[in-house]
């Protein structure tokens, strides 16, 4: 489950205050709302990469809220992948259990499980400059599954990819999720792919979220604070 309290998070001069949303355990919850209205930052508070002045994150029953990054158990795409020019994308699924010391053999047997779970079996050894986008999305998704997180924090992964990949992804995040049990929390700006993939809708909009949009949304509700922007 991942659980969010009367979060209160600053990034530069924009911050957030009063933010509440949860998400059950095994279900997709999608983040939805204008470019700057705090989406990414929400995201980033989520996964330890932002500090937060006010508030609890819970995930999976455990308070994690000064938990560092890589204790959090979670997987986390940014937007952009994030992919390392360098690594193949076998180095890329092996990135995460190398840092954490894995063996080889261990290594090599979850490489080849979350190939594939993806459908990268062919693709192992190419550079990332020789992936297509939908290919590069599903290296950096499998680069975030690979230590078993129970949560997955995805931001805008399809943005960027034309309507037939993104078709494509959205099943494969679908099998991802069917055979991993993982919660996700699923940032977007397309409607479509909310309701494609999610169990769950938020509209963050001037600093308040309001589950499934803001037209269903009672104003008297438990909610959050608006946002200050300066």
Not at 56 to 68: A, E, F, P, S, Y
Not at 148 to 158: G, I, K, N, Q, R
Not at 183 to 195: C, G, K, P
């Amino acid at each position: 489950m991942i659980s969010v309290e009367n979060l209160a998070v600053r990034a530069g001069q924009f911050a957030l205050s009063g933010i509440s949303f949860s998400i059950p355990t095994g279900q997709c919850g999608s983040l939805m709302g204008k470019t700057g209205t705090g989406k990414t930052t929400i995201l980033e508070a989520l996964c330890g990469l932002k500090p937060v002045s006010n508030g609890r994150i819970c995930l999976m029953g455990n308070d994690v809220t000064n938990l560092k990054p890589a204790l959090r158990g979670i997987g986390y795409v940014p937007q952009d992948g994030a992919l390392f020019p360098s690594l193949s994308v076998r180095e890329h699924l092996a990135f995460a259990l190398a840092i954490r010391r894995w063996d080889a053999a261990a290594i090599e047997l979850r490489v080849q499980e979350l190939a594939t779970l993806l459908g990268l079996e062919n693709l192992l050894d190419r550079g990332v400059g020789q992936l297509s986008g939908g290919e590069a999305q599903r290296t950096a998704l499998g680069r975030a599954l690979s230590n078993h997180p129970e949560v997955l924090c995805l931001d805008e992964p399809l943005s960027a990819l034309d309507e037939d990949t993104r078709g494509e992804m959205c099943d494969v995040l679908k099998t991802v999720r069917e055979r991993t049990g993982v919660t996700i929390l699923y940032v977007t700006h397309s409607l479509e792919e909310a309701r494609t993939l999610a169990d769950q809708i938020f509209v963050l909009k001037d600093g308040r979220i309001y589950p499934d949009g803001p037209m269903k949304a009672n104003p008297g509700s438990p909610g959050t604070r608006p946002a200050q922007e300066s």
